[in-house]
């Protein structure tokens, strides 16, 4: 079955960087398949900070994130990355990676297009 597994959070200092990672099993790893990184603070709406395809490796990020955050995926290993620098204590939240196959890429409103999820990684960035 589908699983996207996230993995790589923890408790960092502000200034520090971490690399999220998220492995996919059961779905085919190619340039249909689109990833989307997410991230839900505590008492917020899940927001979504980019996205990427195989279609010229495509990311859109949030605006709050651009230039501190860049998103990548390997082919080889299944997986998608989160790259994260200067993280700040508003950073602080549940990361979460979707999925969806799809020939037209990444979409302005992708965290409405994701059909598989998964169960997110916290990640607390201290002051």
């Known amino acids: 079955d589908v699983q996207l597994v996230e993995s790589g959070g923890g408790l960092v200092q502000a200034g520090g960087s971490l690399r999220l990672s998220c492995a996919v099993s059961?779905?085919?790893?190619?340039?249909?398949?689109?990833l989307g990184w997410f991230r839900q603070a505590p008492g917020q709406e899940r927001e979504q900070i980019s996205c990427?395809?195989?279609?010229?490796?495509?990311?859109d990020y949030e605006n709050s994130v651009k230039g501190r955050f860049t998103t990548s995926r390997d082919k080889d290993k299944n997986t998608a990355y989160l790259q994260t620098y200067d993280l700040r204590p508003e950073d602080t939240a549940v990361y979460s990676c979707?999925?969806?196959?799809?020939?037209?890429?990444?979409?302005?409103?992708?965290?409405?297009?994701?059909?598989?999820w998964g169960k997110g990684t916290l990640v607390t960035v201290s002051s």
């Open positions: 979707g999925a969806v196959r799809s020939a037209y890429g990444c979409l302005p409103r992708f965290k409405y297009n994701m059909k598989y």
């Open positions: 059961g779905l085919t790893f190619d340039d249909d398949l689109v």
């Open positions: 990427i395809s195989g279609n010229d490796e495509s990311n």
